[in-house]
C-alpha cells in the first residue's frame, strides 16, 4: 500500500498499540460553528418540548411500542396505519441514499442527536469547567490534587444529571410525558420496572458522552459505516483543496511576503490548527476519511487561519473531489437539482399521506351469503356489516351514515346515531333500500358516508346487488 494511505490502516483514534488515544479538540470558532450552535438550539428545544406539547389532548410526538401507540406531528396512528410506517421506512431508506449521495455526511454534522450532544451539549460544558484544549490535557496529566478533584467531580456530576434527563425525555417519547409525570408523582419505588431501565439507560448515556464518545460515529453508527458505499467523487463533502494546499511544492510554514503561488508552495502552512480541532481526531489533509463527521470544525479553523495570513478563506470547504480536481468552484449541478426534487417529492408524498389519513377507519361490508330482498313497496334492500375505528384520543359522538352515491335509505338495525370512545371500534349491521329504478346492474357501487355532528369524517364504498333485470 502507498506509504500515504498508511493512515487508512488504522482509526484516527487509536494508538500503533491499539489502545484508545484521547481526542481533545480545540473549542472551535467561527461562522460555522456559529450557525451549528443556532441549529443545535432549535433541535435541542425540540427534542426536549417535543413529548411534552399536545395538540387536541394527543402527545405531539410518541413512540408507545408496547401498547402500540404512536403520535406524530399530534396525530394518532394505529396498528392500522402500519402502512404508513412502512411506506415511511422505504421513503427513509431511499431518502437517506440519495441525500448522503449528494450532500455527504451533512446529517452528521448538523443534525445528528449524537453530535449535538457531544458537541454542543456536553463538549462544551468540559470547555465551561476545564477551559480548552490545552488545559485539558494539562489537567488529565496532572496528579488528583484538590483542583483536579474538582473539576473532574462537578463535571462528571453534570454529565450525570443531562444523561438522567435525555433518558427521562426519552422515557416521555416512549410512555408519555403524562405517565412520566405520574411516575414523578408517585415515586420511583412504585414503578420499579421503569426507574431500573431508566437508569440503565442514564448509565448508557454517561457512557456515550463520558467516555465513548467519537467512537461512536466511528465504529458503532450504521450511517457512518455505509458512507463508504454511498459517497463518490461527486458527493459534496467537507473536503481540503490539496491542489491549492500543496501546489508542486508542498506545504510549507509560513514566511511574511511570501509569493508562495508562484513559488509553488502550497495554501497549508503546515499549523495543524485543523487537527487540533477535529472531534473524530483525523488530519482532514488527508483526504475523506470514514471518521470525519462533516462537523466543519476544520474549516473554521482553516478559515481563521488563512485570514490571519492574509490567504484566500476555503482551503478546507464544502467541495467534492471533483470540484477539487478540476479547481471549479461549488455548484448546484443537474445532479444535485435532479436528486434535491426527488427528495423534495419523496418528503412531499409522506406529508401527503399524513395529512390524508383519516381519523376514523370505516369498512362497509355485504353480509356473506345474502343476496337481495325486494320490500312490499318494490325496493331492493341489501343487509351489511359495519366497523369504524376511532383513532383519535377523543370521543366521537353524533355518528352516523349517509348514502351518498344515489338516492336510497339506510336502515340501522340499533341506534340510528351512536357514539365510539377514543381509539375505540363499533360494529353493527345496516340495511340499505334503493328504488330499483336507480339501479344500472346486477352489482352497483355505492358509497356511504359517515358522520359525526354532522361533519363528513370518512367514507366506505362497496356493492349493492339487484336483480338481472334491471341491467
Ligand atoms: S488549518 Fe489550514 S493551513 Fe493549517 S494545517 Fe490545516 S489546512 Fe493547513
Ligand atoms: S475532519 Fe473536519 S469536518 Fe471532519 S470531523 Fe474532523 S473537524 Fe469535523
Known sequence: MDNQEKFRDSIGTLDEEGKRSWVYPKKPIGVFYKYRK???????LFLFAAPFIKINGNQFLLFNILERKFNIFGFPFWPQDFYLFVI???????????FTVAFGRIFCGWICPQTIFMEMVFRRIEYAIEGD????IRLDKAPWNKDKILKKGTKWIIFAIISFLIANVFLAYLISSDELFKYITNGPSSHLGTFIPLLIFTGVFYFIFAW?????????????RLQGALLDKKSIVVAYDHKRGEREEGRQRFRKNQDRAAEGVGDCIDCSQCVHVCPTGIDIRNGTQLECVNCTACIDACDSIMESVDLPKGLIRYASEENIEKKSKFKFTPRLKGYTAVLVILTGLLVGLLLIRSDVEAKVLRLPGQLYEQKENGNISNVFTYKLLNKTNTLMDS????????PGEIKMVKKEYFTI????MQKGTFFIEIDPSHLNDSKNKIEVEVYSKGRIIDR????????????
Open 38 to 44: 443556532y441549529v443545535s438550539y432549535f433541535l435541542l
Open 460 to 471: 366506505a364504498t362497496t356493492n349493492f346487488m339487484g336483480p338481472r333485470t334491471f341491467r
Open 421 to 424: 370512545e377514543k381509539g375505540g
Open 133 to 136: 484544549r490545552g488545559k485539558q
Open 212 to 224: 465513548f464518545r467519537e467512537q461512536v460515529c466511528i465504529i458503532a453508527c450504521p450511517y457512518g
Open 88 to 98: 415511511a421506512m422505504l421513503i427513509g431508506v431511499v431518502f437517506i441514499a440519495l
Open 399 to 406: 355518528i352516523h351514515f349517509k348514502l351518498a352515491s344515489m
